[in-house]
């Protein structure tokens, strides 16, 4: 009775996570008569009561609130269609472009053209699976020259770490600047040699994100690669690798 696996773990569909009642099914777990069970292959998180399994493979679902990155490939007369790395299209319509007034029959190439790359935050997901985003908020708005690169969805989390711990490191050891994106979309812009050790960096953490320490493992690695972050600790390692949503 109790719990059945071991914290960090990896489960497959069918195995046995917990027996009894003193453990609730989480996301991605469901409970047949008095046994919890995997519903898909992810790393087992035990947060308290609950029992859930962290995906380490999967599509990105978007949701409002979500922040994306994404890049413009058509223009209408009052809006721009983006292509947010999914099969989910968006549209941002002038409105939610700029908090200054856009004249109606504005140049919107002026503003936002084909291929430019944006970080949005999405407004909604409509029943014709298109999404409505903005850019009228902090940190959002048209990016300037820079990598992009692209890691599985289900990492994101583990990129990001605890508050912002794992990305606020490597911005800080690399000298880059760094957005993230819901969907999968990483922006980096530094020094062409710090972009690239960023990019390994995130890499590295995609692929070795089922792993324990792996805060230290990073920092250690940008040790190697003469880069030195600043903003490590021991409670922020402890919290980075207590990871709620991986």
């Given at each position: 009775m109790g719990l059945l696996v071991e914290n960090k773990t990896i489960a497959v569909p069918g195995d046995v996570l917990a027996e009894g009642m003193d453990y609730l099914p989480g996301e991605n777990a469901f409970r047949d008569g008095e046994k919890i069970y995997s519903s898909r292959v992810g790393l087992v998180s035990v947060d308290g009561r609950a029992v859930k399994i962290i995906p380490l493979a999967g599509t990105y679902l978007p949701k409002a609130g979500d922040r994306i990155i994404c890049k413009v490939f058509d223009l209408t007369y009052s809006a721009w269609r983006v292509d947010t790395n999914t099969a989910y299209?968006?549209?941002l319509s002038?409105?939610?472009?700029s908090n200054s007034y856009i004249e109606k029959g504005a140049n919107l190439h002026k503003i936002l053209t084909i291929n430019d790359w944006i970080v949005a935050k999405i407004l909604n997901v409509t029943g014709q699976n298109l999404l409505d985003i903005t850019l009228k908020?902090?940190?959002l708005g048209k990016l300037k020259p820079g990598r992009i690169i692209e890691v599985s969805p289900v990492k994101v989390p583990r990129i990001i770490g605890k508050q912002g711990?794992?990305?606020?490191m490597i911005k800080d050891a690399t000298k880059c600047q760094i957005t993230v994106g819901q969907n999968g979309l990483i922006w980096i812009s530094g020094l062409p040699e710090d972009e690239l050790i960023a990019v390994e960096t995130i890499q590295k953490i995609e692929n070795e994100a089922h792993?324990?320490?792996l805060t230290e493992t990073i920092d250690a690695f940008l040790k190697s690669k003469g880069k030195t972050s600043s903003g490590i600790?021991?409670?922020q390692t402890e919290n980075s690798e207590e990871e709620n949503e991986l």
């Open positions: 299209p968006a549209m002038m409105m939610e472009a908020a902090p940190g711990s794992m990305v606020s792993t324990s320490g600790n021991n409670q």
